[in-house]
């Protein structure tokens, strides 16, 4: 059976068991069946001309495109619409209004605090890119900004990611962070392709071309892959305003990538998991209703006591997340003080190593061009690595709690009747799964059905899951951390870079040769000790806080709905005997449609 | 009761019967030899030298606790910011000599001063640069109470920081040590090659301490945030290591105040700095050495002497047989050792497999290694490039700098691959016993721990301890050091040559140089990445000599091992079959020697045993 079919099959059923956020779930995957599309991120520095490139897929230029950073907010362009285009921006809540070409244009080059993203929904030139959603991204002059943060959450939804580089400008080090970037976000999804579109080119460009090698050149050194290379030409002065570079080639390559075999088959298959997902988890939740339904009022005194289980694990639990945010908030306290301690050793005994500078300027380039960023950065990952060694063993502690939970469950339950002993394994399955690895996993089983793992669970999947709301929300997972970790330290290092290079710029056209050394070592230590008070304040106001909040959460999405579904099952009116074998009518019927989509799939 | 066990153990081994009798039943050695090897066990009880190296990262105030608390005055030198990782042993003597004694690499020696400044010269990366001096290692004399009982301390730096020559020192220095002293810091936690060094010396030796080293600006919840975090590291390093109820204590101690407490004559502050706590404990469990030592001698010596009465026994019995009982028994005999041996060569053909296997692995490994971290690197050196670092010494030192993680990444790699590697082995190995002609209870006695230490002591006269463990153990160690690892940071000598040429001009102003470093990055690329190139091919290379050299290590061991099993069957047979015979001609004078014979036997077990 196809996914549509089990989907159509599963509407009904959600509809009667009343579970809104499956209902949208299913919706969207049903959607996405439907209407094939292909999600592409446009990525390129403020003045590569992204714009330009994906208002040539339209039939008239839509998007801001001055020589100025343009747009500083996120645009979708979705394809699917009339030839006529309608506005809309989406808020912070996820609310979607409409607007007017000139509000939209305004919004375009200066989004209000409110506004998460802009959208046009419009017809493209030619039919067959009609698939296409595109995400114009804000140009960005430094990675190291709170874009970054949004990028991060863009790319690895995307079925295809394009980087446009300037001819003229090349590839420099922007460039370099941003494919960095890109490459680190795409590398759990090798299906992800991206595409390299080296714009305002020379007519004419032969592939051997100097500079466009060393474009290539570069774009492998970040990616480890050669991506496909696009050119596009210049546009000549003498065509008339709007200039709309002739970007076809580019919607026509891509097109032609989303279209591949490969590529439909990878989506029919996620699209297959997720439909499986999806039914095997509303199987998994009938089970637990109909489990409900026939405990007897004797059992309830088994089930309250699970819950107390529950809760007081979740009180340990809790009592254990805020232990190890006190451990962190003194530790890398210590780690920051020690650590630049350590570098202004370090930079005092280089700096005053005069036999080893030819002059003052030699020994600046080298504090501001490398050794201030790799000093530093070497705290900030030792920092890291304290942050990430404590929340392992905190992960640790937590499955020793809920395992305890599990056991003492268990127990109890030894002499409850056959549903009552049911319902607690159920419980039990559910807790040891989601503790371990905290809730990563259990996030995971969402998506990957009972004991199943969601290992491979592809952009697709998360793009349909995330899309339907709040599912998939700021999670407690190992990538949090790594990117925690790595928005520290890359914030860390821009501090730096503000505050310490200017300084050492202008002492270095200052003063006399013969004091360059001893005053340069003062401003460093002056400004290193800035540095130290805004580790200590990230760290403090922002990083700790983050974490302490999404260990919390983390806590709360093993127990809390566990211990609510489980209270309120005591409170069910268990007479309703109807109610049992309609669900267990419906749990059936999403067995066959399981069953159904198996044979499909072999 | 100590003094008697010593004193029986002692006579015993001086006895010159011991060696007759040993060579006359087992037959495997010749009394000479025997003769020889008891001699050195012996000596080995009286010398009271008991090795226990420092192991921690520079910086960490290793050498800081060390004066504080072997000296009344600055002895190693402690602000190098960097030190050749030279070891230092710390020995007693009642009256210390004012000078340490240097040896070199040659066996040559000379004496210096021991003063700090002195030592300073061979310590010191600056004045003894890459070790030109060629030193393997110093000595110097202390007289503090803590070396009394033979304890001697050396200074060593972690493995992982090490370059070849030198592990293969410190290497022999674990391989005779009795425990050691990981030094930690409070921040960072252990590191990952901190943990790699605590997982390859911590089973190999009988006690490991852990000193955690406070800085005199730490507070206690600081210290003590910091010890738990160390002790959960350590924990789990147990865990995986399976190193049973090893102690995980973190001692805390002061490096600092212990040094200036001892120059200061302080006692009191000497106690609050930690270190009378932790010599306490040092030297509580140092009293237990010397016990263990002379416990598994003993429990050798029984052990033998329980073989060498089960020979007896047989050769007794068989004087009773006819020829042909005799050569059935062989050949029954001769028939399970061949399934023994079978065993044993279908252990060590999958132990082969597995070798092959981890080659295989570990070669894609340092494949995609070597292509992103060539990848990286290129990618470092353009931003530096970008930057305006295009020149001379300045290029030199940031490729040093960026060097040092992908280096650290791919040795780290191996270690962990290695050991894990040898984990498998020993499990694989870990119910195999070594051929016996007739079972005796005693072997299995032996604790596993004690018949490492037992093989550390005893390497070069008793080859194998009670199982293939403690062989596959030391050949893990011994394959891996022995390769040239430091010599991968070789090429940036070349860099730095290639580029040296050109200097940096006057100061132009700061738009004008942009166009400048512009184009003279384009330039320095090819250059830095021929650099980049021979750095990774290097380092490549000798990984990958080290893992052959590794694993054909094992597979050779594993060789000569069968080979020795095989022979020592054979000899065993041939010894029976000859005393059978010669035996048979004098048959009632032969047995009253036989029951003499025992009759010491017995009486030496009982003394033992006493």
């Known amino acids: 059976m196809k996914p549509i079919i089990a989907i159509d099959g599963l509407l009904p059923i959600l509809e009667e068991i009343g579970d809104q956020e499956k209902i949208c779930v299913a919706n969207l995957l049903k959607n996405r069946i439907d209407f ?55 808020d912070k809540n996820g609310n979607r209004r409409k607007l007017g070409y000139q509000s939209f244009q305004e919004l375009c080059k200066k989004p209000d605090e409110e506004c998460l993203r802009l959208e046009i929904l419009v017809s493209p030139r030619l039919e ?72 305002r080119a020379p007519a004419n460009l032969q592939m051997q071309n100097k500079r466009l090698v060393e474009i290539k050149k570069n774009a492998f050194d970040c990616l480890g892959i ?62 637990r209703l109909c489990l409900e339904l026939e405990i007897s009022p004797e059992d309830r005194k088994y089930i309250l006591q ?90 640790k502690e937590i499955e020793e709690i809920a395992n305890t939970a599990v056991k003492n469950i268990e127990r109890d339950t030894e002499l409850a009747s056959d549903s009552a002993r049911k319902l607690a394994a159920n419980i039990v399955r559910t807790v040891l799964f989601r503790a371990s690895g905290m809730v990563a996993k259990s ?106 909040k999404s260990n919390k959460n983390g806590v709360h999405e093993i127990f809390d709905d566990l211990i609510d579904t489980k209270k309120k099952a005591c409170e069910l009116d268990h007479e309703k005997k109807s109610t049992l074998e309609r669900y267990r009518i419906l749990q059936t019927k999403t067995n066959e449609l399981i069953g159904s989509m198996k044979g499909a799939h072999s | 009761m100590k003094n008697y066990e010593e004193n029986a153990v002692v006579s015993l081994l001086a006895d010159k019967e011991l060696p007759v009798l040993h060579a006359r039943y087992i037959g495997e050695c010749t009394e000479q030899e025997m003769g020889e090897q008891y001699k050195m066990i012996e000596q080995k009880i009286g010398a009271d030298r008991f090795v226990l190296p420092v192991i921690g990262v520079q910086g960490s105030g290793k050498s800081t606790f060390l004066n504080g608390i072997c000296f009344n005055q600055p002895m190693l030198p402690i602000d190098a910011a960097e030190t050749t990782c030279l070891p230092v042993e710390i020995t007693y003597s009642e009256q210390p000599s004012k000078s340490a004694k240097v040896i070199y690499k040659d066996g040559r020696t000379s004496e210096v001063p021991a003063v700090e400044d002195e030592l300073a010269k061979f310590v010191h990366s600056q004045e003894n640069i890459e070790n030109r001096l060629e030193v ?107 190193l049973g109820d090893k102690n995980t204590d973190v001692h805390v101690v002061n490096s600092y105040k212990a040094h200036t407490s001892s120059l200061e004559d302080n006692q009191a502050a000497f106690d609050a700095s930690g270190a009378a706590c932790f010599l306490k404990e040092l030297s509580e469990t140092g009293v237990n050495w010397r016990q263990n030592i002379l416990q598994s001698i003993r429990d050798r010596l029984a052990n033998e002497l329980n073989d060498i009465k089960s020979k007896l026994d047989i050769q007794r019995s068989d004087l009773n047989l006819s020829r042909e ?49 060539r990848r990286k690197l290129r990618n470092e050196m353009r931003t530096r490039l970008r930057k305006g670092i295009t020149d001379g010494p300045m290029l030199t030192n940031v490729m040093m700098d960026l060097q040092q993680d992908p280096h650290d990444e791919a040795w780290n790699e191996l270690d962990e691959d290695i050991m894990k590697l040898s984990d498998e082995m020993r499990e694989d190995f870990g119910d195999f016993q070594t ?145 059978y015979e010669s035996g048979r001609e004098e048959k009632s004078s032969r047995l009253e020697d036989l029951k003499a014979d025992k009759l010491k036997l017995v009486e030496w077990q009982n003394r033992l045993s006493c």
């Open chain 2, 325 to 373: 009982e005799i050569e059935k028994q062989i050949k029954e005999e001769r028939k399970l050792f061949e399934e023994y041996i079978q065993d044993a060569e279908k252990r060590c053909e999958n132990a082969e497999e597995k070798i092959d296997v981890f080659t295989q692995e570990h070669r894609a490994k340092l494949n995609s290694w070597k292509n992103s971290a």
């Open chain 2, 136 to 242: 393997d290692r110093i000595i110097i004399e202390s007289n503090a109470n803590i070396l009394k009982t033979g304890i001697v301390f050396v200074d060593l730096p972690g493995l992982g920081s090490l370059t070849a020559a030198n592990k293969d020192t410190t290497i022999e220095y674990v391989e005779e040590a009795v425990g050691a002293i990981f030094f930690l810091r409070t921040v960072p936690p252990i590191t990952r090659s901190e943990a790699n060094d605590i997982k390859m010396i911590w089973p190999r030796v009988v006690s490991a301490f852990f000193v955690q080293n406070r800085w005199t600006d730490e507070s206690d919840v600081e210290a003590e945030k910091g010890r738990e975090g160390n002790r959960r590291i350590i924990e789990e390093i147990r865990e995986q290591g399976r």
């Open chain 1, 443 to 548: 996030l995971l089983s969402k998506l990957g059905g009972v004991g199943g793992t969601a290992a491979g669970t592809g952009n697709l999947v998360k793009m349909v899951v995330k899309r339907a709301g709040k599912m998939f929300g700021k999670t407690f997972k190992r990538t949090t951390y790594t990117k925690i970790g790595r928005f520290f330290t890359k914030k860390m290092i821009k501090k730096l870079n503000v505050g310490l290079m200017v300084a050492v710029e202008i002492i270095a056209t200052v003063l006399e040769t013969a004091t360059w050394q001893k005053s340069t070592r003062k401003n460093l230590t002056k400004e290193l000790d800035k540095f130290q008070e805004a580790m200590l304040e990230e760290l403090e106001k922002k990083t700790l806080p983050e974490i302490d």
């Open chain 1, 226 to 287: 050669e991506p496909s290379c696009i050119v596009v030409d210049s546009v000549s002065p003498e065509q008339p305003e709007p200039r709309v570079p002739e970007s076809k080639k580019v919607w026509d390559e891509i097109s032609k990538i989303v279209d591949s075999p490969e590529r439909t088959s990878t989506v029919k298959e996620k699209l297959h998991f997720a439909a499986n997902s999806l039914l095997q988890e509303v199987e998994m939740e009938l089970e």
């Open chain 1, 128 to 199: 067959h890119h009609r698939k296409l959603h595109v995400f114009d991204t804000p140009g960005f002059n430094s990675v190291v900004d709170e874009h970054a943060e949004v990028l991060t959450d863009f790319l690895p939804e995307s079925d295809v990611i394009v980087f446009v580089v300037g001819y003229r400008q090349g590839f420099g080090q922007v460039e370099q962070e941003l494919l960095d970037m890109i490459g680190e976000a795409t590398k759990a999804d090798p299906s992800i392709e991206i595409v390299l579109v080296v714009n």
């Open chain 1, 36 to 90: 094939p599309s292909a999600y592409l991120t446009v990525v390129g520095e403020t003045s590569s001309g992204k714009s330009s490139i994906i208002n040539g897929l339209l039939s008239e230029p839509l998007l801001p495109m001055e020589a100025t950073p343009t747009n500083g907010t996120v645009v979708h362009i979705d394809c699917s619409g009339e030839k006529s285009p309608q506005y809309f921006v989406i």
């Open chain 2, 435 to 579: 051929w016996q002609m007739q079972k005796t209870d005693g072997r299995q006695t032996l604790h596993i721990e004690k018949a490492t230490r037992w093989e550390s002591l005893l390497k070069p006269t008793f080859s194998i301890g009670g199982t293939a463990i403690g062989f596959l153990a030391a050949a893990a160690v011994a394959g891996k050091y022995a390769a040239v690892a430091g010599s991968t940071l070789g090429p940036i000598g070349t860099v730095g040559g290639a580029i040296l040429g050109s200097v940096i001009g006057a100061w132009i102003g700061s738009k004008s140089k942009k166009v400048v470093v512009n184009s003279r990055a384009e330039n320095r690329e090819p250059a830095i990445n021929a650099a980049i190139d021979e750095f990774i091919e290097n380092t490549r290379k000798a990984i990958k000599a080290e893992v052959e050299r590794f694993c054909a290590g094992i597979k050779e061991d594993l060789d000569d091992w069968l080979n020795q099993e095989r022979d020592r069957h054979e000899k065993e047979q041939k010894h029976r079959l000859s005393n």
């Open chain 1, 306 to 395: 699970n819950v107390k289980h529950l809760s007081d694990a979740r009180e340990k639990c809790l009592n254990r997340v805020k232990e190890a945010t006190e451990d962190l908030r003194v530790l890398t306290r210590t780690a920051a003080r020690r650590g630049v301690d350590g570098i202004k050793k370090t930079l005092k005994q280089e700096i005053e190593a005069t036999s080893k500078w030819h002059d003052k300027e030699l020994c600046l380039n080298w504090l501001n061009g490398h050794a201030l960023q790799h000093e530093t950065r070497k705290v900030c990952k030792g920092i890291e690595q304290i942050i990430q060694e404590r929340l392992n063993s905190l992960d």
